[in-house]
């Protein structure tokens, strides 16, 4: 299976090899409190929110992520 910018960020977490890989590229983004109400999301949508780009987030950065995650579960 490969990930997405269409994944949601629940998919992405469940996955034992992906869950490193975020917390590498966004350190602490796996245990913050308030996950639980965008897991349901897509990427996309959660980019398209606007505390998206205060915490740093664009679309290149979570390509980024996502072309090392598929890279691990390949």
């Known amino acids: 299976m ?6 949601t960020l629940g998919e992405i977490l469940a996955h034992p090899q992906a869950k490193p890989v975020l917390d590498q590229y966004i ?6 409190p308030m996950l639980g ?4 999301m897509t990427l996309n949508m959660i ?3 606007p505390q998206a780009t205060q ?5 290149e950065k979570v390509e980024q992520v996502l072309t090392e995650i598929n890279k691990r579960i390949a």
Do not use: Q, R
């Open 2 to 7: 490969k990930f997405t910018l269409d994944t």
């Open 27 to 32: 350190p602490g983004v796996a245990d913050n």
């Open 37 to 40: 109400m965008v897991k349901g």
């Open 47 to 49: 980019l398209a929110m």
């Open 55 to 59: 915490l740093g987030l664009t679309k």
